[in-house]
């Protein structure tokens, strides 16, 4: 009975960004994995309803040092966050949101190349990831770590640089300052604790298998069109398809509609491609979910 019940009250934990920049798209993530949870206000806690997980909202630079102490079992962090803390994890899968990048940036009218770099003082919340690219480019720097607002230091003589994450580049267009060097591109990932049970593992897995299935989903659209019977060798030879094209006859003599799976980058070259080979009447529709 008491592993019956253990099973029963076994949850897993996720923690994930409480607000900010991951935090829409991290709830939106686990709508689209069909699991519904309530987020009344300002929780630090909450339970999904139709899935053995618990949520919890943290701040963002937090979640790694959870997530290694096994306080959460996974979590959704930025992998700037995931490598600066340099905690022992496991990075589970990419998930495509959050892009962003760490980047150098100097005063806009600075005359700026990596060996200006030398003997300058640069600002930043990622010392540890910004002492790797200097060692890379042998660069000699001294680092000044802030918690915050590390874009206004050149502006107040505290730095000669500074070294923060750039998305839109809104922040560093108000403060004066131009982008010089990328030293990580980032997106927001699924991280996990290292010694997971294996009742924790298998929902994990099945966590995952959903993830992958509407990321699939969201890279992929579903085309319809028609075409006269004696192109159709041509469109097929265009279109790759899950594992080939369906191909079904219209009312009308002599047409066939066709459908299939696009990648979204090949995307727009393809279309034109189809319309150029006779294609009609091209409709294209999102897919939901993507299971291969
Ligand atoms: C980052 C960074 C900048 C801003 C850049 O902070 O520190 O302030 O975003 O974005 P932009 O290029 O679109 O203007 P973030 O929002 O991640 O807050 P945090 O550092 O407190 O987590
Ligand atoms: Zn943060």
Not at 94 to 120: D, H, M, P, T, Y
Not at 138 to 157: F, L, N, Q, R
Not at 253 to 280: P, R, T, Y
């Amino acid at each position: 009975m008491v592993g019956l019940f253990y099973l029963i009250d076994m949850k897993l934990k996720i923690a994930i960004q409480k607000s900010g920049r991951l935090y829409d798209d991290s709830l939106r993530l686990l709508k689209e994995c069909g699991i519904i949870i309530s987020n009344g206000g300002n929780k630090l806690k909450t339970e999904a309803a139709n899935f053995p997980i618990e949520v919890y909202f943290l701040r963002d630079d937090d979640i790694p040092q959870y997530v290694e102490d096994g306080v959460a079992d996974i979590g959704i962090a930025g992998e700037n966050v995931v490598y600066e803390k340099k905690k022992k994890l496991e990075v589970l899968e990419k998930l495509g949101f959050g892009k962003c990048r760490l980047s150098i940036a100097v005063g806009k009218n600075e005359n700026f190349s990596r060996q200006w770099l030398n003997g300058k003082k640069i600002a930043t919340s990622y010392p540890v990831l910004l002492q790797q690219y200097l060692d890379r480019q042998k660069i000699s720097a001294e680092i000044h770590e802030i918690s915050g607002s590390v874009e206004i230091a050149p502006g107040i003589g505290l730095a000669d640089a500074i070294c923060d994450l750039v998305s839109s580049g809104s922040t560093l267009l108000t403060n004066g300052l131009k982008e010089v060097e990328t030293i990580l591109p980032s997106q927001a990932v699924l991280i996990s604790n290292k010694n997971l049970d294996d009742d924790r593992r298998s929902l994990v897995k099945k966590l995952l298998f959903r993830i992958r299935a509407v990321q699939k989903a969201r890279s992929n659209k579903y085309i319809l069109l028609n075409a006269p019977n004696e192109k159709l060798d041509d469109i097929i030879g265009l279109l790759p398809g899950m594992k080939s094209p369906t191909v079904l006859p219209l009312a009308i003599k002599g047409w066939s509609s066709v459908h299939s799976v696009l990648e979204e980058d090949d995307f727009w070259d393809i279309i034109e491609q189809l319309k150029e080979a006779g294609a009609q009447g091209i409709l294209v529709v999102p897919i939901e979910k993507m299971i291969v």
